[in-house]
């Protein structure tokens, strides 16, 4: 499991690692459940599909719903978002403990995700930018992140100025450009408001290290997931 201390110290939550290949074992399933301190039917998965909704998680029945962020003031559910080299990023509230989790691979992070996130902490909860400590978790680093240039293209097209994209996306002569998926969401919260010093990288690869974290990058089809699990600290 990993942390982030700082976050930790607001809303109790967890990354967990390949030790769980997390995909249909119920008994995996109710181990992150009983390490959330929540029943299993509490756990609150999305159906993510690489855009950019956010739902609202209540203790009521749930139907995973088509979503890549989900927000909460519940304390009896724990919030869950599944990768294998995306961008597993949790978010709370330091006055009024709501919490968020996001799934930000490079579709959603072009599609500002993260940004969409607190906008709904903000316009559902009445959540402050200043108040907000985010933790981006293990994910693929720049070093492994190859792209397309047809990806670079899609970010222009979604809005993405040229200053952005040549931070975003490191070039070597002759070779395809890099992504560099933790900036690229660190920068987007920090346009929506976040300040630097509260948000806080692993500064993780999955594909590097693919012996300790899931990786499609390097397993494909093959590979887990990882479930990064958050619960609100207000009681």
């Known amino acids: 499991m990993v942390r982030c201390t700082a976050l930790q110290a607001i809303a109790p939550h967890f990354y967990t690692a390949a030790t769980l290949d997390l995909r249909d074992d119920p008994d995996e399933w109710q181990s992150v459940a009983t390490f959330a301190g929540v029943d299993a039917d509490r756990l609150r998965l999305l159906h993510q599909v690489h855009g950019r909704t956010v739902v609202t998680a209540t203790g009521k029945p749930w139907i995973l719903p088509e979503a890549d962020a989900v927000i909460t003031d519940d304390a009896d559910v724990a919030l869950v978002v599944r990768v294998a080299d995306c961008a597993p990023i949790l978010i709370a509230d330091r006055r009024l403990g709501v919490i968020s989790a996001v799934h930000a691979g490079w579709r959603s992070t072009m599609l500002r995700i993260a940004p969409a996130a607190v906008a709904a902490l903000a ?3 009445g959540s402050r930018v200043e108040d907000l400590l985010v933790a981006i978790g293990p994910s693929i680093g720049a070093c492994c992140a190859e792209m397309g240039e047809e990806v670079v293209e899609a970010f222009r097209a979604a809005g993405h100025d ?47 290290h ?17 479930a990064a699990v958050i619960r609100t600290g207000a009681r």
């Open 123 to 125: 316009g559902t909860y």
């Open 162 to 208: 040229a200053p952005a994209l040549q931070r975003w996306f490191s070039r070597e002569t002759g070779k395809r450009p890099h992504l560099d998926l933790w900036r690229a969401n660190r920068e987007q919260l920090e346009d929506a408001g976040i300040a630097g010093g509260s948000i806080y990288l692993a500064g993780l690869c999955t594909r590097t």
């Open 210 to 226: 693919h012996d300790v974290f899931h990786s499609y990058r390097a397993a494909g089809q093959a590979a887990g997931r990882m």
